[in-house]
């Protein structure tokens, strides 16, 4: 464990917002820019023709951005822009729960893959804890008064225990269908993040953020709902749809 929290700490720098001396990440393939005329979410690529991502995401007149790495650059390369045909939220989601935090866009057309737009595989089985994932999404500079987000940044960071995790947050009940993900519990450092950012495990979807008190781009702990335990869920959806 001290190893796990020494090499997510010496790998924090790549995930600190707001450093004016910060180079842009690299965009993993399946990440998705969801903008709208209220907030933009982040969402994942996981069929040609949907999206994963938080049904707590209001996302009006929205528009699917893939291979986006600066939402605030509109001259950047090997950028695919869809529409969509329908969102479909978890039928059992509620804005005052965490739980079912789950909404499938299905777009207007079929995305090409490319080296820059892709599918990310989804899970046949939990993620054991220690297990060390890739959390990504789009920061905004506090001083920049655009509307945009301006760096896109991935942290490494690992599973947590069910009880370190309700150690974080005594308030919330964590249930089978949420998961943690994260180094310091019960850390709180401000910052303005792009909701609903995805945690991939050995390039397998396991999350996708529901909850956060802090920054996750600074490893602060965040509460994912567990892609595994909703499969059943994804798989009819998209078939019936």
């Not at 009006?60 to 600066?70: A, D, F, S």
């Not at 969102?87 to 995305?111: A, G, Q, W």
């Not at 089985?125 to 940044?153: F, G, H």
Request: charged share 15%.
């Amino acid at each position: 464990m001290k190893y796990i929290l020494l090499w997510a700490l010496l790998n924090l720098p790549v995930s600190f917002a707001f450093n004016p001396d910060y180079t842009t990440g690299f965009t993993p393939p399946y990440l998705v820019y969801l903008k709208s005329d209220y907030l933009p979410c982040t969402g994942v690529l996981i069929h040609p023709l949907w999206v994963l991502t938080a049904a707590h995401c209001n996302l009006p007149k929205l528009q699917v951005m893939l291979g986006l790495t600066i939402p605030a650059d509109t001259e950047e390369s090997d950028v695919q822009v869809a529409g969509y045909e329908k969102m479909i939220h978890h039928p059992y989601f509620s804005v005052s729960s965490s739980d079912y935090d789950l909404m499938l866009i299905k777009l207007n057309r079929v995305i090409e893959p490319s080296d820059y737009v892709n599918v990310v595989n989804l899970p046949y089985r939990l993620a054991p804890v220690n297990t060390m994932c890739t959390v990504s999404t789009w920061a905004y500079n506090i001083c920049d008064e655009s509307k945009e987000p301006d760096s896109l940044q991935n942290v490494n960071v690992s599973v947590i225990s069910k009880s370190e995790c309700r150690d974080a947050y005594k308030s919330h009940k964590i249930t089978e269908g949420m998961f943690c993900v994260g180094i310091v519990p019960g850390r709180r450092l401000p910052c303005k993040e792009v909701s609903a950012a995805p945690a991939v495990c050995n390039g397998v979807l396991h999350g996708i953020l529901t909850y956060a008190d802090g920054c996750i781009l600074r490893a602060d702990v965040g509460i994912y709902t567990n892609i595994f335990h909703y499969m059943t869920w994804i798989r009819n959806t998209i078939h019936s749809n």
